[in-house]
Structure formats: C-alpha cells, structure tokens
C-alpha cells in the first residue's frame, strides 16, 4: 500500500511533468484562447464547460469574421485550428469530453477554410544580399547592434524567432574568431528539450560572430538572455525580446534597403538561409543540419523557389 506521503509526492511529480509536456509560449496561447471562448460564451449566455459542438461551430463561425488587430485581414484558418487544439486542451485540463473534437467542427473548419479560399502565406525570403544591405543600415547605437546581432544570427543559423528570443549567454561557444555553436535547449522539433548544436560560420559578409562579439563587448553581457529589451536609458532590462519584435526589427529593415515590409516577416531569415543554400548549390543534408527540419521535402520546396528557372524544360526552344 503507497503511504499518504509517497502518494503525495507522486502526484506532484507527475502533475510537474504533465504541466512540462508543453511550452510556456504554448499554454499562453491556449489561455489566451480560452479566454475569448468565455467572452463569447458569455455573450450567448452559454457555461462554457457545458458548451456542446453547435456551440463550437458557432464560436468559430463567429471567429471567422474577425479581424487581425490593427489589420484589414481576418484571422487565417492555421489560426482557427490553433483555437481548436486549445480548446481541445482546455477541455481535457478540465477532465471534460472536449466537444471541439467533434466530425462537425472538422467539417465547418475545413468548409470556411474551402469558402474563403484560404492558402498558406508564404513570405518572401531574405537573400544574403538583402541581409548584408539590412547590416549596413544598422546603427552603431546599442539598438542598432543588437538589431544587427539578431539578423546576422537569424540568418546565419537559420532560426526561428521563439528560438532567437531564448537564446541565452551560455548556449553561445565561441568556438574560435569565425566560428560558433550554438546550442538550442527547445525548438519546434525538439519539443522535449534535448537540444540541438548547430555551427554557425563568420562568413565575409554577414560576420555573425563579430557582431556578437561586438553586441557583448558593447553591453558587458555576461549572462541571462543574449538578445534583451531596454529600460529607459538605454540599459539592458534582463528580459528576452518578446517574439513579435523580431518580425518587427526584419520589416523595419527590409523596409530602409526599399523592400516592402508586408511581404517580408521572421521566418524571412530562415527561409533567406535555405534559399541562398541552394542557389549556390549546398548539400540538401547539409542545409538540413543547420535547419533542423526532419522532412527533406520541406527545404526541397525553397530549393524549388529557388532554382525554379534553372534548366528550364522550355530554355531551348522558347
């Protein structure tokens, strides 16, 4: 028979791991979610752990027809279907049969994603060219170099923003003047936090690692968050950039070397580093170590882009 204590113990422990199967960022967002189904839920005088899947379908139909704020577009259907997945969760959380999961909701999903002629966008990526004349736009002020840090090292290491934004002083190993490794604690495809190490090069025109050298001297950084946001005076706050800023800081640039900030976002660093990859010719298994991605046909898809003219099937005849 298991003691009172021990039973304690083991409840804790497992309600730990539980709660650690999914990222900060990831319940954030579920709550977020859960929120706005109570306010609508509110709205039609509904409890919303008595919700059945009408109630769903029409929470999401009411959802469908609003917009991004401070925007002209209506949320987008990879947006609807996160709503889901969260209330999915939160009605697990809650030991309640989740009336999210229903045939119903799949159908009325997939029938506004067919009227609305949804299609993933695709932002533009960043060409090593756009990302040495975005580095020289940067400022010699601390903004401008961390601003600089936080491109040159996207780019150069193909990250994402949530990966850009964690980063931390003791995942940075200056390997040597030109070379560093980084190590990810926890990414899209490393959700269980095993880390990955990925080696970035100085390169002759992007040079991440002297602009990290020159961010760290600068700030007199030496432990915490690499890339942080700043009190009033300019001073480090201690605090990761939230990772809306860094699709803000691309767009800000690609905007002063007269690219149009709408079609440009974070995930133009990484998709910019398997772009430019392939259009000299790096080894798919190669850019893939860098990447991360566990499916070739992923990357396959930028080289596509890339190389879509090159020995055109019509470049003899037409």
């Known amino acids: 028979m298991v003691s009172s204590h021990l039973q304690d113990a083991m409840t804790c422990t497992a309600e730990q791991l539980r709660r650690a199967a999914y990222s900060d960022n990831t319940r954030l967002a579920y709550n977020k979610a859960w929120k706005r189904f109570q306010q609508f839920c509110d709205n039609q005088e509904i409890e919303p752990e008595a919700a059945s899947s009408d109630d769903i379908v029409n929470f999401f139909i009411w959802l469908s027809s609003l917009r991004k704020r401070n925007s002209d577009q209506k949320l987008s259907s990879g947006t609807l279907r996160l709503y889901r997945s969260a209330l999915n969760w939160c009605f697990t959380e809650k030991d309640i049969e989740s009336p999210a999961s229903a045939v119903r909701v799949t159908d009325v999903l997939g029938g506004l994603s067919r009227i609305r002629n949804d299609s993933p966008r695709r932002v533009k990526a960043l060409r090593e060219y756009d990302i040495s004349a975005m580095l020289e736009s940067c400022s010699d002020t601390l903004f401008g170099l961390r601003d600089s840090g936080i491109i040159s090292l996207g780019f150069a290491a193909a990250l994402r923003r949530s990966e850009l934004c964690s980063l931390k002083m003791e995942d940075v190993n200056f390997i040597s003047s030109d070379r560093i490794i980084l190590t990810i604690r926890q990414s899209k495809t490393d959700q269980q936090g095993n880390g990955q190490m990925i080696a970035v ?118």
């Open 201 to 318: 090069l100085e390169g002759k025109s992007i040079r991440p690692v002297t602009r990290l050298h020159t961010w760290i001297e600068k700030t007199n950084l030496l432990h915490g968050y690499l890339f942080q946001t700043f009190r009033k005076g300019g001073h480090l706050s201690g605090k990761p950039l939230n990772h809306s800023e860094i699709p803000r800081i691309v767009k800000k640039y690609a905007e002063k070397i007269g690219l149009s900030p709408v079609d440009y976002s974070g995930h133009s660093l990484r998709a910019g580093f398997v772009t430019s990859a392939a259009v000299h010719h790096a080894r798919l298994d190669k850019i893939m170590e860098v990447t991360r991605h566990r499916n070739p046909a992923t990357v396959l898809q930028y080289i596509r882009d890339a190389s879509v003219f090159e020995d055109h099937a019509g470049a003899k005849f037409l």
